[in-house]
DNA sequence: TTGTACGCGTTATCAG
DNA sequence: CTGATAACGCGTACAA
């Protein structure tokens, strides 16, 4: 195959009538043609880091661009056994409440070079045929913020693909995981309450398929006991506005009247909650009722709200799972990490509490809970 | 290759052994062996509505869930030249406002087959890149939900991908597009302001390459002018809560006091906008202060704000964008054709307002600006 | 209905 | 540095 005398335009040209008249497309053979050198030539072109020489470079570029080329990453993957995809499984809960979560992985997958596939999961029924679609499309690794039926994880260790699991502690030590820690996180929410004084607490959650609500509660619950608190009251409806105000209603019913303080599984939650009290109810917050939410969405620190609360830490979340589940693309054998991360309290001005640092044996004026400790 | 007389069972172990020392991956040719037959015979029972005796396809199916094996879909389309995957680019200001459109995108593409890959834009400057990547991915269509350069359009229909614009309208009318009529929404909020006897106008609204913001800019101006009220003062900030605060501060610095209204080009700047006059100032909304927004998120019906502002069907949007690029992938050739959604009027309470249907010749107490019509 | 043979577009190996 | 050649795993005419 000698270098063509014609131009390299002219003969780009011609290729290009030959394609559309066969109605294929653009190969790296046709590029190889009409730059003059074999197709391995061309590939290694596209390969970063081979050894081309710089004037088979210009001119197979040259060419390449002549005829609109691209690498075909569906034949690349095939051999390279990487589709350079990682599939993001995701519940409609986080994609509404979390709407960074996608951002922030995208972008940090970006600069390893992979991208992100979507898999969507309304229902748990709906878990298995999205997996077996999953299989299908040979992704390089998956991040996991949605809940997985049991015998799920199995499934990946059988089909080798990596497996990170975002936002949620499954029993099995053996899965990669990057967390909150949710029951630290209630734990704290808790202490704080107690220490500023409330004895009496209500609890409103979502359905309780959610791991994460579910968590948060159990520290909530395991701090009053070991606070010799009342058990609080447990409301559960939905994660929404209205369960907020639905469930503060039941809980003063329950109660027989305004309990100390109400913990949501959600600021969605809390923030309904906290409207119905005051608009509703005309009750005074947090002057008779303190409440916290878990959460920190954006509107959390809107002036009308400045909701006590507590906010996870995404980006970074989103960053080290990224960042993880690249690392087992190219190690599938480590050795399962677990990271979790800390909450962050944000004081807000719908809960009474003392100043920080103020817990421990400072001199003031102990409200009678603390008296217990 | 005649069918073995040992239990299949036993040949699938034998197999998988064999798999497992060359470390290669399942393929149809394994399942071919186990179940004793051709691997096009394999091929078939995977394809819906091809011949194939009960018999075989039982064989094949058992023989498949013992090796665990899935068609390898970079294969599959490197022959049928489909990947089943629809590209969606997506800015983060989309993201997070509009955290339902990329669910509803999905949901609407999962019946037809199609999954999908995100491909999310910071900037312009990215767009060039991510492009480049987009090609690579042999995706079968595209949703555009983001700014795209002016030479984009051209290089896809040089590269034969079927592209979809979401929410904007591109001069060039041989576009696929699905948006919501951010013009007439704008003109209609202008005009039901205007009904009520408001006459000194302020605009606050987020960064310059926001089409949407844009569009919906022109509408208003475009509906005072015609209605001969003075132009609306504009304010340029960011699209976030503390744009809307400032904003208002710098339109009454400029008007030399309250205007009669304020319209926003998002929700969360006319949350902003709203706390600050409240909160802040001191502001009587809606009495000294007509506030509106455009956008009609989550937060915008909670009782603390319960705003009057637009709300784009976005579900609607999503389902007819996943539609139109799914067809477009079967029928490429098909005419451009432009969906637009009309925005919904949402009352609220943040701004004086005429009885809906009152506007037009009613014995009603009409305001000094109407009598100018 | 089933099997044979080939091609999809690329990367990897190896000899020159 | 370059080119021939062999995979990669599957779908699909075509013949049987």
């Known amino acids: 195959m000698t270098p063509p005398k014609r131009p390299i335009e002219a003969c780009a040209a011609s290729q290009l009538a030959e394609l559309a008249a066969q109605s294929r497309r653009v190969t790296s053979y046709d590029v190889a043609l009409v730059a003059g050198v074999s197709q391995s030539a061309v590939s290694r072109c596209f390969k970063p880091g081979a050894s081309v020489s710089k004037s088979t470079f210009a001119r197979v570029m040259k060419a390449a661009a002549l005829l609109d080329y691209v690498p075909n990453a569906a034949a690349r993957s095939l051999i390279t056994r990487r589709t350079n995809m990682v599939a993001v499984l995701i519940t409609n809960r986080a994609n509404l409440y979390y709407p960074e979560l996608l951002s922030e992985l995208s972008q940090q997958l970006t600069p390893h070079g992979k991208r992100v596939l979507l898999f969507p999961l309304s229902g748990e029924a709906e878990a298995a045929r999205v997996l077996?679609?999953?299989?299908?499309?040979?992704?390089?690794?998956?991040?996991?913020?949605?809940?997985?039926?049991?015998?799920?994880?199995?499934?990946?260790?059988?089909?080798?693909?990596?497996?990170?699991?975002?936002?949620?502690?499954?029993?099995?030590?053996?899965?990669?995981?990057?967390?909150?820690?949710h029951r630290a996180a209630g734990r704290m929410l808790a202490?704080?309450?107690?220490?500023?004084?409330?004895?009496?607490?209500?609890?409103?959650?979502?359905?309780?398929?959610?791991?994460?609500?579910?968590?948060?509660?159990?520290?909530?619950?395991?701090?009053?006991?070991?606070?010799?608190?009342?058990?609080?009251?447990?409301?559960?409806?939905?994660?929404?506005?209205?369960?907020?105000?639905?469930?503060?209603?039941?809980?003063i019913a329950r109660h027989g009247g305004i309990p100390d303080a109400i913990i949501c599984a959600s600021d969605v939650l809390a923030i309904g909650c906290l409207d119905c009290a005051r608009h509703e109810l005309g009750i005074d917050v947090p002057g008779q009722l303190s409440v916290a939410g878990l959460d920190a969405v954006e509107p959390s620190n809107w002036l009308s709200y400045n909701l006590t609360t507590l906010r996870q830490p995404m980006a970074g979340m989103a960053a080290a799972a990224a960042q993880q589940v690249c690392q087992l693309i190219e190690r599938p054998d480590l050795g399962a990490t677990r990271q979790l991360f800390e909450a962050q309290f944000i004081e807000g001005a719908t809960a009474r509490l003392l100043p920080a640092g103020a817990a421990m044996g400072q001199p003031f004026s102990l409200a009678p809970a603390l008296a217990i400790m």
């Open 191 to 251: 202490a704080r309450l107690a220490a500023a004084g409330h004895r009496h607490f209500g609890i409103i959650t979502g359905s309780k398929d959610s791991v994460v609500a579910v968590a948060r509660q159990q520290g909530v619950a395991e701090q009053l006991a070991e606070l010799g608190l009342p058990a609080p009251l447990v409301v559960t409806g939905e994660f929404d506005y209205h369960s907020g105000a639905s469930g503060l209603k039941t809980l």
């Open 132 to 181: 077996g679609d999953l299989w299908q499309f040979q992704v390089d690794g998956v991040i996991a913020a949605a809940h997985l039926p049991a015998t799920a994880v199995a499934e990946f260790r059988r089909h080798r693909v990596p497996l990170v699991v975002f936002n949620r502690l499954l029993d099995d030590p053996a899965v990669h995981t990057v967390s909150c820690d």
